[in-house]
């Protein structure tokens, strides 16, 4: 691509001196200049390099422009020239998109974050996240309430995805925690990242969202969101929900504590305990107008209305503690000696918590030791 029209006639006309692989051969071609293409004797071509020279490509990256209505094996060979943004296509190109993953399976799979910077996930992390949000879109199936789906879908999201645990060491990659799909197939990411996940599952379910960032942290308002109170009535505004502030407790099926909230309410929790103001949620240009904040009765019951609650409103780790509790109560006096003897109703209840928290085993059999209260 560097070489000048002269250069690349030249190279091209002794490029069978050189022992190029197949797909190689075919990448020089594609990424000739227009006018070098077009000077180009092409009777001389075999099929596949003739095919190959009448695409298109990115003047300065060499990838090509993807038109989905062409034979789809003409790209075959070419993943190094792939690099395809998938975010926004219809169902239908969706379904031609996934036969080309399967004709070019190491191209890449692009992602932005508020339309800016790309960041990329391969196939197989595309096709997971994909088949994740499918899935998580069909349990949805009979709910009806924008509200109800943006219940499941940030509970669905704090089961799925931690915060990346290697943030500021020297193995972190901030690409690979942004991007989008790579994300869901991993189970990690940071707060943009995170939050353009949830944006993305959004929109397929007819929710309107913006990511807001402060400088310091990424979160979502969402656009004229229509919100059940207790009472019946329906309110409507626009609001914030923090997908990254609500993992924890969506984790462990307890109550979000930062969905559908103000910005009055954001940034009263940006004040830490000593009172410091982290700025978390400081942005007065973008999330002035964003002043529906649903109160906790409303809340309580939505997340019931979806079987996240239970009939009293309570949120379901209060389960998980509760037993925890009975756990803690059997093993405190002697840990070492009762964890050898461990009664198979003890063991049911251990499997329990962990199946709830997602723990190994041996990490509460490691808590028993150290005689501390896991939960």
Not at 51 to 66: D, H, P, R
Not at 180 to 197: E, M, P
């Amino acid at each position: 691509m560097r070489l000048n029209d002269a250069e690349q006639m030249e190279f091209v006309e002794n490029i069978d001196k050189l022992n190029l692989l197949p797909n190689e051969k075919k990448e020089v071609f594609a990424t000739l200049k227009p006018e070098v293409k077009a000077k180009m004797d092409k009777s001389t071509l075999p099929e596949d390099l003739r095919t190959v020279i009448g695409f298109e490509t990115e003047m300065y990256t060499g990838k090509i422009k993807l038109d989905l209505d062409r034979d789809l094996e003409d790209y075959k060979d070419l993943d190094n020239l792939l690099g395809i943004n998938p975010e926004n296509f219809t169902e239908e190109q969706k379904k031609r998109f996934d036969k080309l993953c399967d004709i070019c399976p190491n191209m890449k799979i692009c992602s932005t974050v508020n339309n800016q910077i790309e960041f990329t996930s391969t196939v197989q992390e595309y096709k997971q996240g994909e088949e994740w949000i499918s899935s998580l879109i069909e349990s949805m199936e009979h709910v009806q309430s924008k509200a109800q789906k943006l219940a499941i879908v940030d509970h669905a999201i704090g089961k799925k995805i931690s915060y990346s645990p290697d943030f500021e060491t020297e193995v972190f990659d901030g690409s690979e925690a942004r991007a989008l799909w790579k994300i869901i197939s991993t189970g990690y990411g940071l707060c943009n990242g995170i939050a353009r996940v949830e944006q993305y599952i959004l929109s397929k379910v007819g929710i309107e969202s913006e990511i807001v960032g402060s400088g310091k942290h990424a979160f979502l308002k969402l656009i004229d969101m229509e919100l059940p109170l207790e009472s019946g009535e329906i309110v409507k505004g626009n609001t914030i929900i923090d997908p990254t502030w609500n993992l924890m407790t969506n984790r462990f099926d307890g109550r979000p504590n930062n969905f559908c909230i103000s910005y009055e309410e954001a940034r009263k929790r940006d004040i830490d305990d000593k009172g410091k103001d982290h700025y978390s949620h400081k942005n007065d240009e973008k999330l002035q107008d964003a002043t529906l904040n649903l109160d906790d009765k409303s809340l309580r019951k939505l997340f019931h209305s979806v079987g996240l609650a239970n009939d009293d409103g309570s949120f379901k780790v209060k389960e998980m503690l509760d037993m925890s509790k009975n756990v803690d109560d059997v093993y405190r006096d002697e840990p070492d000696e009762n964890i050898k003897r461990t009664d198979e109703s003890t063991c049911k209840i251990l499997s329990r918590i962990c199946y709830m928290s997602k723990f190994k085993y041996r990490y509460v059999k490691s808590s028993f030791k150290q005689r501390k209260h896991w939960t």
